[in-house]
């Protein structure tokens, strides 16, 4: 009978102990970054013009062979103030089997000449839907509240088609990019989401939001950035060429989120 106790009280805490079978602690998440499209086009211009050291350019694209037409548009507005109440959208979304966890949304914008930072104000929302449509719903963020948690130079300069159409736009270092970042937290199951922000100058300048490049190509198939106009109304955010020709070209903006998954 001694022997026996001595056998169950050995089994009893062994049982007992979980840690045999299952983690301590959960799986780490997973740092990641959502990039919706590239400004860069390269150091040099299509005209062959080198940018300021450590630069890049972000050019007015052409189709690859036509050398008669090219994107006119530099950048969409994003600015409000007493007047003006533009506000530019993109969509992204999450996959099957995700769950991000959003920490951080970044926006690019320019206004002109400078080399400091022109931005004071940030406002981001993100929505679970497209803004512009009935039932879509608004998850974080607002319109009123200055977010702005940090403005960096991108290293970029927005220029105009250098080549095309001949003789072609020569390129200057005059509309430097900049980054600005707010801090977003929102957890977001699978799904289409749309980012919708504002920036404001402190010089009351016009903010400009640049449109996605890809070389040789004015546009790709899905993109489909909008944005809240003077009229306050939606609408699609296009490029119509210059010189101007039909049809016009649908156009996609640049922005990242940065979350865990």
């Given at each position: 009978m001694k022997k026996i106790g001595l056998y169950l009280l050995f089994l009893i805490p062994a049982a007992c102990n979980k840690s045999a079978n299952e983690p301590s602690n959960p799986p780490a998440l997973t740092d990641a970054v959502y990039k919706n499209g590239i400004l860069s086009t390269g150091n040099v211009s299509n005209s062959g013009v080198t940018a300021p050291a450590g630069y890049?350019?972000?050019?007015?694209?052409?189709?690859?062979?036509?050398?008669?037409?090219?994107?006119?548009?530099?950048?969409?507005?994003?600015?409000?103030?007493?007047?003006?109440?533009?506000?530019?959208?993109?969509?992204?979304?999450?996959?099957?089997?995700?769950?991000?966890?959003?920490?951080?949304?970044?926006?690019?914008?320019?206004?002109?000449?400078?080399?400091?930072?022109?931005?004071?104000?940030?406002?981001?929302?993100?929505?679970?839907?497209?803004?512009?449509?009935?039932?879509?719903?608004?998850?974080?963020?607002?319109?009123?509240?200055?977010?702005?948690?940090?403005?960096?130079?991108?290293?970029?300069?927005?220029?105009?088609?250098?080549?095309?159409?001949?003789?072609?736009?020569?390129?200057?270092?005059?509309?430097?990019?900049?980054?600005?970042?707010?801090?977003?937290t929102a957890t977001l199951q699978p799904g289409n989401y749309w980012v919708v922000w504002q920036a404001h100058a402190s010089s009351g300048a016009y903010g400009f939001s640049p449109?996605?490049?890809?070389?040789?190509?004015?546009?790709?198939?899905?993109?489909?950035?909008i944005v809240y106009n003077s009229s306050n109304i939606w609408q699609a955010v296009f490029d119509s060429g210059s010189p101007f020709t039909p049809p016009i070209i649908p156009q996609d903006l640049a922005f990242e989120i940065e979350y865990k998954y």
């Amino acid at each position: 009978m001694k022997k026996i106790g001595l056998y169950l009280l050995f089994l009893i805490p062994a049982a007992c102990n979980k840690s045999a079978n299952e983690p301590s602690n959960p799986p780490a998440l997973t740092d990641a970054v959502y990039k919706n499209g590239i400004l860069s086009t390269g150091n040099v211009s299509n005209s062959g013009v080198t940018a300021p050291a450590g630069y890049n350019w972000s050019e007015s694209q052409n189709d690859a062979g036509n050398t008669a037409l090219s994107n006119q548009n530099l950048g969409i507005a994003c600015h409000y103030d007493a007047f003006s109440n533009y506000k530019p959208a993109d969509d992204f979304t999450v996959p099957p089997g995700q769950t991000w966890n959003v920490s951080k949304i970044s926006v690019y914008v320019f206004v002109g000449p400078g080399t400091s930072n022109p931005f004071d104000e940030l406002r981001i929302q993100l929505w679970k839907g497209n803004p512009s449509v009935a039932g879509s719903t608004v998850i974080a963020g607002d319109l009123t509240t200055n977010v702005l948690s940090s403005a960096i130079d991108s290293m970029t300069y927005a220029i105009q088609n250098s080549a095309v159409p001949a003789p072609g736009v020569i390129p200057t270092a005059t509309r430097p990019i900049w980054k600005l970042s707010a801090n977003i937290t929102a957890t977001l199951q699978p799904g289409n989401y749309w980012v919708v922000w504002q920036a404001h100058a402190s010089s009351g300048a016009y903010g400009f939001s640049p449109t996605v490049k890809v070389k040789g190509s004015r546009g790709q198939p899905g993109w489909n950035a909008i944005v809240y106009n003077s009229s306050n109304i939606w609408q699609a955010v296009f490029d119509s060429g210059s010189p101007f020709t039909p049809p016009i070209i649908p156009q996609d903006l640049a922005f990242e989120i940065e979350y865990k998954y």
